[in-house]
Structure formats: C-alpha cells, structure tokens
C-alpha cells in the first residue's frame, strides 16, 4: 500500500502553526515511522479556514482524488483510516473500498455520533490496519 496523509489543517489559516512549523512536524513524524518500516508517501493537505468554503477540505473528497490521479491510485482497492467523522465520509464520497474510524485522538467520541458505525468502528490503528490487510 502507498500510505497518503489527507489531512485538514486549519491551524494554518488560523495562524496557530507556520506551514514551517508543520513541515518539520511531518518530518518527526515521518522519522518516527521509518524507524518501524513504514513510510509515508505523501501529504495531502488543506491549509484553509473552515469557513473558506475551499474545494479540498473533508469531507470532500478533492484531496484523495488528486492523490489518486498523482499516484495512478486503484480506489476501489483503497482506505480512508481517521479519527474523525469527516475523514470516514470522505473515503465513503472518493468511493473508497472502505473507510474507517479508529478510537484515538477523536475518534472515541466521534463513534457516538456516526451512524450505522457497527463494522466501521476500530478502537486502534493496530486493530484497523489488520482489518485492512485481511480485505487486501
């Protein structure tokens, strides 16, 4: 699997963190995961204020779809992993194989608001990713 990051990042509309700040950010991150075999691909980010009203922010599917023609992405053989609701409606509006929210970060409490979430729900990265690979 490419592993993409699509992520809203609004802080930078905001002025909370410098696109400076979240470069190195994704550099410790990215650190971190080579050290475990893992490497992300690419980020995928939205940058706007929620009230912009921007074509890229989740739920729309803008960013997973530009990701998809960048890196020749079979969607029907993807997933959306996240912690927020938006991130499972997004991978549901790219037609994603599957979409799915895991317990850390938001996600706990986002479950109680999605409906129908028996099947979607995973209380952490490990328990979904497993799914995933066993669809793969």
């Known amino acids: ?11 930078i509309a905001r002025g909370k963190i410098t696109p400076e700040e979240l ?3 994704h550099e410790k991150l990215d650190r971190v995961l080579i ?6 691909h690419h980020y ?4 706007h204020h ?27 053989q993807s997933f959306m992993i996240g912690d927020k609701r938006s991130d499972v409606e997004c991978g549901r509006n790219a037609k994603l194989a599957g979409s799915f929210l895991v317990g850390s ?7 109680k608001a999605l409906p129908h979430s028996e099947g979607v729900f995973f209380p952490d990265l490990g328990s979904v990713v497993t799914r995933v690979l066993s669809l793969g």
């Open 1 to 11: 699997y490419l592993l993409v990051v699509v992520s809203n990042q609004s802080g």
């Open 23 to 25: 470069r190195r950010i």
């Open 35 to 40: 050290g475990h075999g893992v490497r992300i």
């Open 44 to 47: 995928a980010l939205c940058t």
């Open 50 to 76: 929620p009230d912009e009203g921007c074509e890229c922010r989740k739920p729309k599917p803008k960013l997973v779809l530009d990701a998809a023609t960048r890196y020749r992405i079979d969607l029907s």
């Open 105 to 111: 970060g938001y996600g706990a409490e986002e479950a």
